[in-house]
């Protein structure tokens, strides 16, 4: 969020961060894969540089997904950058280093925002480097991939359901509970319920569940809708 009056940028711990910084330090103490969709604007950025700044890094190493560059290398040197480490040289001979420092520094989890731009190389190379942690170093590592989507829109779902090899192998990292995760807004507005209701995250199983959103948690429904459906003002109550 931007101050209204000084212009910068400063972060408010809403319902809608609760729950996103909760999906990702569940995904850090389980070291699981999921693919976190949420509406564009709702403040994924700002709650993934807030829990870095909580959790400390290296141990969450939170990228952005290059713009306008497929290649490998791109997501490589952002995880470097993220890291702190400046190492000369081609990337053939740095690459295989990276995993090295990922298990030197206590890297748990890696988040990369803006997931929905991820190429199939970046996937890839993704899947490269946990396969060497693996091993090499015994070290499993959390993998987020936050995208921007709205309404039942699963970004890199179709991607990762190719029939070939490599993405199926990438869908078996992948939770088995949560794979595809939504993160719903802290209200929305059902005028079938007359008023506001909350909602939690909604999950993804890997099914495309008819279309709907498989929604977790129970409607709760406001005082003041309930009020209004029975006909009666809140004064009345």
């Not at 403040?43 to 909580?54: A, F, N, P, Q, Y």
């Not at 942690?133 to 959390?142: A, K, P, T, V």
Request: proline letters at 5%; charged letters at 25%.
């Amino acid at each position: 969020m931007t101050h209204p009056l000084f212009g910068t940028e400063f972060f408010v711990e809403t319902p809608f961060a609760k729950r996103f910084q909760a999906t990702l330090r569940s995904s850090l103490h389980k070291r699981s894969w999921h693919v976190i969709v949420a509406d564009p604007g709702s403040g994924k950025t700002m709650s993934i540089r807030d829990l870095v700044e909580t959790t400390g890094a290296p141990a969450i190493l939170a990228v952005t997904c290059p713009k306008n560059n497929d290649d490998e290398q791109a997501l490589g040197d952002q995880l470097f950058t993220a890291l702190g480490v400046k190492l000369p040289g081609h990337w053939r001979t740095r690459k295989p280093k990276l995993m090295g420092h990922l298990h030197q520094y206590g890297t748990k989890l890696i988040v990369v925002d803006d997931a929905h731009d991820l190429s199939l190389q970046h996937l890839m190379f993704l899947k490269e480097v946990t396969d060497q942690g693996r091993l090499q170093y015994n070290h499993r590592l959390g993998l987020c991939l936050v995208a921007a989507g709205r309404g039942t829109t699963i970004p890199l779902k179709e991607i990762l359901d190719q029939p070939e090899t490599m993405w199926l192998q990438f869908r078996r990292r992948m939770d088995k509970l949560e794979p595809f995760c939504r993160i719903t807004g802290h209200t929305s507005y059902q005028p079938a319920f007359g008023g506001i209701i909350l909602r939690r995250e909604g999950c993804y199983d890997g099914e495309e569940n008819n279309g709907k959103d498989n929604t977790c948690g129970t409607p709760f429904t406001s005082r003041r809708s309930k009020n209004e459906n029975e006909g009666r003002s809140p004064s009345m109550v």
